[in-house]
Nanobody, 124 residues
Framework: QVQLVESGGGLVQPGGSLRLSCAAS????????MAWYRQAPGKQREWVAS???????GYTDSVKGRFTISRDNAKNTVYLQMDSLKSEDTAMYYC??????????????????WGQGTQVTVSS
């Protein structure tokens, strides 16, 4: 099993900043990719940003130039630095991590895990 623990959400004024963290733990052999999604009330979950094992990043258009995704491979942790926050960024943010896990001494498998979500509210 691979577990994800998110932190860093909260209430911030428009134009402010927040930094989200997501730490993965468990029988992890390797992590292929890490991503952030968000879901606002009444809307579908949408992809926000992702980073590959090689460090390649991608962002949805609405956050480009404002959000920065990064990862610390030694800590199995992914971060989302959010600057110049807008009211439309208000949502529950979820991290998603996928890769290879170790089930036993000789058995391995894939994992695709999600965090529990952390609320980000941008309001004056």
């Amino acid at each position: 099993q691979v577990q994800l623990v998110e932190s860093g959400g909260g209430l911030v004024q428009p134009g402010g900043s927040l930094r989200l963290s997501c730490a993965a733990s468990g029988s992890i052999v390797s992590i292929n990719g890490m991503a952030w999604y968000r879901q606002a009330p009444g809307k579908q979950r949408e992809w926000v940003a992702s980073v590959s094992s090689g460090g390649t990043t991608g962002y949805t258009d609405s956050v480009k130039g404002r959000f920065t995704i990064s990862r610390d491979n030694a800590k199995n942790t992914v971060y989302l630095q959010m600057d110049s926050l807008k009211s439309e960024d208000t949502a529950m943010y979820y991290c998603n991590v996928w890769g290879r896990r170790r089930d036993s001494r000789w058995n391995f498998g894939d994992f695709d895990s999600w965090g529990q979500g952390t609320q980000v509210t941008v309001s004056s």
